[in-house]
């Protein structure tokens, strides 16, 4: 079974940044997707960036898109997402999510929050 831990979460300031990591148990390199999405008091948990292998796309929402940035590290079997310039509405609980031929999993979260 897949295991997806978090990493990174934090405390910090406006105008800050942070680097978010998901350490995934297996290969990374099997999953048919992997990325990020974020969950904020009263609204549902959104997609903040994934990496698609067919096609080999990786991919943001118009509300993220300069400020948020996806890589991987197929050695470590390690995705990071690199969040700069934060702003208080990105405080919130980030999720990992991988969709590979086991299924889809997801990690526990780890908890952003930014101070104004």
């Known amino acids: 079974q897949v295991q997806l831990v978090e990493s990174g979460g934090g405390l910090v300031q406006a105008g800050g940044s942070l680097r978010l990591s998901c350490t995934a148990s297996?290969?990374?390199?099997?999953?048919?997707?992997v990325g990020w999405y974020r969950q904020t008091p009263g609204k549902q948990r959104e997609l903040v960036a994934n990496?698609?292998?067919?096609?080999?796309?990786?991919n943001y929402p118009d509300s993220v898109r300069g400020r948020f940035a996806l890589s991987r590290d197929n050695a470590k079997n390690v995705v990071y997402l690199d969040i700069l310039f934060l702003k208080p509405e990105d405080t919130g609980l980030y999720f990992c999510?991988?969709?590979?031929?086991?299924?889809?999993?997801w990690g526990q979260g780890t908890q952003v929050t930014v101070s104004s």
């Open positions: 999510r991988s969709a590979g031929p086991g299924g889809v999993e």
């Open positions: 297996v290969s990374i390199a099997s999953f048919y997707s």
């Open positions: 990496f698609l292998s067919y096609p080999n796309t990786t």
